[in-house]
């Protein structure tokens, strides 16, 4: 997957439980042709399952387009692409479950998502309370807040939002350069603690052979 922007952003996770058919041995149990456990009578069998689902938009557009589906319909299976012969479906598949794979795993062991950016959190410039709206608007950094269109601003129920859009920016920019200075203190800390490395070994290799220099001198 290449460092692009994610063509989705996920939004979250659910966990609903529904009756739903149960997979059988099609060689030693009574299945239909897809798999599904029959009871007597020829029906499936439902068993009350968990169902988790997605939700994500595209990531251009958190705000305009959200789309809820089950996580199991998103794994991408070549087995059931069809006439899907150049591979079109298969790959735009593959890439949307790369998106929402890291995250879905984050939510099965209790984590929170993982995204890119800076969370809102980090961030002095919006309340408790703020974060809150802007996350249920589905913005959730920093750079999400700085990178919103004039539309798209209209559509969070926030006062002041161009104001905290520019904002946003000027944080993202200051941060950018303190760690720009960061990483030259790193860097002029390595430089000197390799010169006084070299300044040590000098010493230690004069300190060696100023004895061997002398015994040649005496004889």
């Known amino acids: 997957m290449?460092?692009?922007e994610p063509m989705i952003r996920v939004m979250g996770f659910k966990t609903s439980y529904e009756k739903l058919p149960v997979s059988g041995d099609p060689v030693n149990e009574t299945c239909d042709h897809k798999g599904y456990k029959l009871d007597k009578s020829g029906r499936r069998i439902l068993e009350l399952q968990a169902?988790?689902?997605?939700?994500?938009?595209?990531?251009?557009?958190p705000l305009n387009t959200k789309t809820t589906e089950r996580v199991r319909l998103m794994l991408p299976d070549p087995t059931k692409m069809g006439e899907d012969q150049e591979g079109e479906k298969l790959k735009f598949m593959t890439a949307r479950w790369m998106q929402i794979q890291p995250a879905y795993e984050a939510f099965k062991k209790g984590q929170d998502i993982p995204f890119n950016g800076m969370a809102l959190a980090a961030w002095s410039g919006v309340t408790v309370e703020q974060a809150e709206v802007l996350r249920q608007s589905g913005i959730r950094t920093v750079e999400e807040v700085r990178d919103l269109t004039d539309g798209q601003l209209e559509k969070v129920r926030l006062p002041s939002m161009r104001e905290m859009r520019k904002q946003a920016k000027l944080f993202l920019e200051n941060t950018d350069v303190a760690?720009?200075?960061?990483?030259?203190?790193?860097?002029?800390?390595?430089?000197?603690?390799?010169?006084?490395?070299?300044?040590?070994?000098?010493?230690?290799?004069e300190e060696r052979t100023q004895p061997k220099a002398k015994a040649k001198d005496a004889a």
């Open 2 to 4: 290449s460092n692009t």
């Open 179 to 205: 760690k720009a200075a960061e990483r030259e203190a790193e860097k002029d800390a390595i430089i000197e603690q390799m010169a006084e490395r070299m300044a040590a070994m000098e010493a230690l290799l």
């Open 51 to 61: 169902e988790d689902w997605v939700t994500y938009s595209p990531s251009h557009s």
